[in-house]
């Protein structure tokens, strides 16, 4: 599917199958990947700061996402996007560069189904130390408000999200040229 250059936000508490909907995102669609997590993990590797996160792994990650939008790049970015100011400042890249934008907030509504998730996964980043259910569960995790997609994956497989997606792309794609 050829698609316009647009930024592709996927956000949502750990557990909730972000990466397996961004990395398919970004294969079908030949796009940009941008992943908080590697990049957090990247600054934590090459600093004396073993706990850096946060802020600098958001503001490389926009930073990243708007050098590629402006060379025409579809952009697919996965983080939590924990608080109202991250989710601003991806809205603030695309305004920047005039490009569509597509948020999708991924949740799991079934408790046992998202501990089971954050408990069994494997790291996939060298070194990365995956968040523990209690973790997940004293996050500060503000609402989302505005106009996005959202996805209960308790509810769906990852195939049956990616489709969900994509027919939202394709659904709005005439109004995003």
Do not use: F
């Not at 946060?54 to 490389?60: E, K, L, N, P, R």
């Amino acid at each position: 599917m050829a698609m316009p250059s647009m930024l592709i936000v996927i956000g949502g508490l750990p557990g909730t199958g972000k990466t397996s909907l961004a990395t398919s995102l970004a294969r079908v669609l030949d796009a940009t990947y941008v992943r908080i997590d590697t990049i957090e993990q990247a600054i934590r590797d090459a600093t004396a700061y073993p706990d850096a996160h946060g802020t600098a792994g958001y503001v490389v990650a926009y930073a990243l996402a708007e050098e590629n939008l402006r060379l025409g790049r579809i952009v697919v970015a996965d983080g939590v996007n924990p608080v109202a100011t991250t989710r601003t400042a991806w809205r603030s890249v695309a305004q920047r560069v005039s490009v569509p934008l597509l948020e999708v907030e991924l949740i799991c509504s079934d408790p046992i189904e998202h501990r089971q998730r954050v408990e069994r996964r494997p790291a996939d980043i060298a070194g990365l130390k995956l968040p523990t259910w209690s973790d997940v569960v004293a996050m500060k995790y503000e609402p989302w408000a505005g106009d996005r997609v959202v996805i209960d994956t308790a509810e769906c497989s990852a195939a049956e999200t990616m489709t969900k997606v994509h027919a939202h792309l394709l659904a709005h794609k005439r109004t995003w040229h």
